[in-house]
């Protein structure tokens, strides 16, 4: 077997396609498996469903955000008053539509299935670069409600025990001493625990441009190939320029596109806090594969993005979990996932917009002046359960509200830097409503929704 002589070609059993339920787990530790999954083992839809869900989750385009969006720890954690784009958005994502539902969506049993593992890992490597960018923050204080591993009307640190996960027989691990992978002997790919911290951080940076900027390779953003991040030359524009792009111009040109306003002090003991805001001395794109927003050809134009900003109270919704789907004719914008939680939460979230906007044609039709107008005519949602039927629209009104954000994009001129975003606005608007006669959105291919009866 060493040499490789006697090598037998075996049919097995793919290990990662299912886990099968122990005899007897139900009654010796509680309730196993969810009511309506009644299985032996843990199921999922067919690889091309789930590829055909995933495709319409706006995945590259939520991560990205997270990382030169969510610039401070609070932004970046869901939950909180500040949240911009949390990991939690593309992770819930990606446990409903992964398995279209079934098992992996259900927090209760989602860690028997094989995905699981994979899923996680992949969470914790972007947790891990996000870190390697900006500094962790992490609050302290008492819960009302309890939370996954807090009891109700207990207080919190980052050094409070985790349960029920013991580093010896009698103490459990902390936030605090499992804030970085080294503490558990590991590390991700591309991220140097010797090097320098501005190092470290450019080659993040580099990371996340490479794989996740709209130029970058990584897959998961649905959509129809790359998307060229560049505003369009729009001839529009011209007679239309603001009096304060000048200068906004300006501001976007001088500031370094890593210069972001460390909003979020470090408080915990292990937080980095010596990461320099600039480093002109790191190397530029050490695999030299992405290309990145150029400054040189924004010409006179101030470019902004577009995202929908999307609150939900999950008190005042009738079940969990569900994903609200977004379009703008027809096309998928993305989606806003929340899986159950112990406690009500207000949950708050962010769709990138700007790919669809170039799908659809409007990046190159209208200025980014109509574009709010534009966007509030057209956008809809879904509300959808895992089992992809829909949601009575007027069941949910109330629980949620959607702002359309225009914000400057401040573009990074290195592969190692991160674009910044500068000055934007919101508006509050209501998206058309599709409801319960809606096709299923698995398998909608071009499909359009109905349009909403203006
Ligand atoms: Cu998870």
Redesign the pocket.
């Known amino acids: 077997m060493p040499g490789g002589s006697s090598v037998v070609a075996q049919t097995i059993t793919n290990p990662l396609l299912s886990f099968q339920f122990p005899s007897g787990a139900s009654s010796q530790f509680g309730q196993v498996v969810d009511s309506g999954l009644s299985t032996s083992r843990t199921v999922r839809c067919s690889a091309s469903a789930a590829a055909s869900s995933l495709s319409g989750d706006n995945l590259k385009d939520q991560v990205y955000s997270a990382f030169t969006r969510s610039t401070t720890f609070s932004r970046v954690s869901a939950g909180t008053p500040d949240t911009v784009m949390p990991f939690e958005q593309p ?1 819930n994502a990606v ?1 409903v539509d992964a398995a279209c539902g079934n098992h992996f969506s259900s927090v209760g049993n ?1 860690g028997f299935d094989p995905l ?1 593992m994979l ?2 890992a992949n ?1 914790d490597r972007l947790w891990a670069i996000w870190q390697e960018i900006y500094s962790v923050s992490i609050p302290s204080g008492s819960t009302t409600g309890g939370s996954w591993s807090i009891n109700q009307g207990s207080s919190f640190t980052a050094s409070t025990g985790l349960s029920p996960f013991y580093r010896t027989s009698s103490t459990r691990w902390t936030t605090s001493n499992l804030l970085q992978t080294s503490a558990l002997g590991y590390t991700y790919t591309g991220i140097d625990l010797s090097a320098s911290a501005a190092t470290r951080r450019a080659n993040a940076n580099t990371i996340v441009n490479q794989l996740y900027s709209p130029t970058g390779s990584g897959s998961g953003g649905g959509g129809s190939g790359p998307v060229n991040p560049r505003r369009p030359t729009n001839p529009r524009r011209g007679n239309k320029k603001r009096a304060d792009e000048d200068a906004t111009d300006k501001t976007a040109t001088d500031k370094p596109a890593t210069d972001k306003p460390a909003a979020d002090k470090p408080k915990a003991d292990d937080t980095k806090t010596d990461k320099p805001k600039t480093d002109p001395s790191v190397k530029a794109d050490p695999t030299g594969n992405a290309t990145v927003p150029s400054s040189s050809d924004l010409s006179n134009a101030v470019p902004r993005r577009f995202f929908a900003k999307i609150t939900v109270d999950t008190n005042k919704l009738p079940t969990l979990p569900i994903s609200l789907k977004f379009y703008i004719e027809g096309d998928l914008a993305g989606s806003f996932t929340l899986l159950h939680a112990p406690q009500d939460t207000i949950a708050k979230g962010e769709v990138p917009l700007h790919r669809v906007l170039s799908e659809t044609g409007y990046q190159d039709k209208f200025t980014d002046d109509e574009m709010e107008d534009k966007i509030e005519e057209a956008l809809q949602v879904v509300f959808l359960r895992p089992d992809d039927t829909t949601i009575d629209p007027e069941s949910v009104a109330g629980a949620y509200t959607v702002d359309v954000e225009s914000a400057e994009l401040i573009p990074n001129k290195k592969i190692d830097q991160l674009p910044g975003y500068g000055k934007s606005s919101r508006r509050r608007i209501t998206p058309g409503l599709i409801g319960g006669r809606f096709p299923p959105i698995k398998g909608l291919g071009g499909k359009k929704p109905a349009r909403r009866s203006a």
Do not use: D, G, K, V
Request: charged share 0%; aromatic share 14%; glycine share 0%.
């Open positions: 992770h446990h989602a699981f899923h996680h969470i």
